[in-house]
């Protein structure tokens, strides 16, 4: 079904409504992974974690362990706790050296 809006790109300059696609994605739950030297409740990721459970999403926002114990294996075990619940739905929220992680836990 599609609505017509006003898009931004408008190359004949006319203002015309053009058609266009209000796509939805579906999402399981959330994930945010801090970096380096991090805390799950400190910077921004306690409002995201706050905001999306508003929003009536599952978030994951786990506390790994840095520096000291901050290892492939030490941070797996903490991502283990929700492993059952990572499906091709889930969106993974990562700052500082947490992509690095994911991408070889994954």
């Not at 266009?20 to 400190?42: D, L, M, S």
């Not at 409002?47 to 786990?62: A, I, R, T």
Request: charged content about 25%; overall charge negative.
């Amino acid at each position: 079904e599609a609505t017509f809006m006003r898009m931004k790109e408008d190359h004949m300059l006319n203002g015309q409504l053009k058609p266009a696609y209000n796509v939805q994605i579906a999402v399981e739950n959330y994930f945010i992974i801090h970096g380096t030297f991090g805390h799950n409740k400190e910077n921004w990721f306690g409002w995201l974690e706050d905001k999306l459970h508003s929003q009536g999403f599952e978030v994951y926002n786990f506390n790994y362990p840095t520096p000291d114990g901050h290892n492939f294996e030490n941070w797996s075990k903490v991502l283990d706790k929700a492993k059952d619940k990572i499906t091709d739905e889930s969106i993974f929220v990562c700052h500082s050296s947490a992509p690095i992680f994911l991408i070889k836990y994954c």
